[in-house]
């Protein structure tokens, strides 16, 4: 592995920050003429010119625009690494990016019992699905859904009980029960956007899917629920997720025909995470809730 002389990329770094290599020195507590050596050198190690020198300033080279996001992602990744080994004692938060969907349904209602074991602990939640560098991004912990590969990462599974029709009581009234599959074609269906898990539990009922993908789309499982609390259809949803609805009756299963989903929710985290005891004492809380709830 051919790499150039890490001094050389934090005055690179530093420099291409500022656009300025009197600002560099000032910030790495060295003499500009010390500074300048380093980036000669590092452009002599690469054989590539990383500025164009203009009458007083500075302009990075396409090469250097380049080279210089791929030094900063890397030096704040291993900054972000020493401050997960060094820090551990004195980490007081949990940062953790999530689905809304998980967020709202599961673990909001749930996350008080990890709370008042842990009353000092700050959770700090950012509810996204877009991919994230949860070094470079300070995230210790993502929820995610889907098949549960993340190259370079741990991946632990949290959810993946059945599927399970529900709707509001409300919704059934006028239309005196479901009796078999084909009678929830006559409700309005609602799906997430990904739109397939209707077609697969009605073709698992042995039902015609021509309809399967009609009705309302929505962004989210959450979405989905509150139209069904809604009494705006039938929705296709996780138990787990609708454990409070159901048991308050707001939800009903009009049909008790549940379908394996091709897809889980998972906790994915980098191995530096675990470094800290309060990241180890919330996996470990996370695993055994979930496990409990699937074992109800």
């Given at each position: ?7 050389a ?23 500009a ?8 050198k590092?452009?002599?190690a ?14 990075l080279t396409?090469e ?18 020493t ?14 990016t ?50 549960g ?13 059945p ?24 409700l309005p ?5 990904q739109?397939?898990d209707w ?37 296709l949803v ?13 939800l ?37 809730s ?7």
């Amino acid at each position: 592995m051919k790499l150039p002389p890490m001094n050389a990329l934090i005055a690179f770094d530093a420099i291409a920050r500022h656009m300025s290599v009197m600002a560099a020195a000032k910030e790495l507590h060295l003499s500009a003429s010390a500074v300048s050596q380093q980036l000669a050198k590092l452009e002599q190690a690469l054989g590539i010119c990383l500025f164009y020198r203009q009458p007083r300033r500075l302009v990075l080279t396409p090469e250097g625009d380049m080279y210089a996001q791929s030094v900063r992602h890397a030096i704040q990744h291993i900054a972000e690494a020493t401050n997960r080994i060094t820090d551990s004692t004195q980490k007081s938060s949990i940062a953790i990016t999530t689905t809304s969907g998980f967020t709202t349904q599961w673990l909001l209602p749930h996350l008080p019992e990890f709370e008042q074991q842990f009353p000092d602990v700050d959770i700090q939640l950012n509810t996204d699905n877009r991919m994230v560098n949860l070094l470079t991004e300070n995230f210790d912990f993502a929820i995610r859904h889907g098949s549960g590969i993340y190259p370079g990462l741990q991946t632990e599974l949290l959810m993946d009980d059945p599927l399970i029709p529900v709707c509001s009581p409300q919704l059934l009234a006028p239309n005196n029960g479901v009796n078999c599959a084909a009678d929830l074609l006559q409700l309005p269906l609602l799906h997430d956007e990904q739109r397939e898990d209707w077609r697969l539990w009605l073709k698992a009922m042995n039902v015609d899917t021509e309809h399967a993908r009609s009705g309302p789309v929505f962004t989210n499982s959450n979405g989905v629920i509150q139209a069904a609390l809604a009494g705006c259809g039938v929705a296709l949803v996780r138990q787990a997720l609708v454990v409070r609805e159901l048991s308050r009756q707001q939800l009903l299963v009009p049909l008790p025909a549940p379908i394996a989903a091709t897809l889980a929710y998972y906790l994915v985290y980098d191995a530096l995470a675990l470094r800290q005891k309060i990241n180890q004492q919330f996996r470990k809380w996370l695993l055994n809730s979930t496990l409990k709830m699937s074992q109800a």
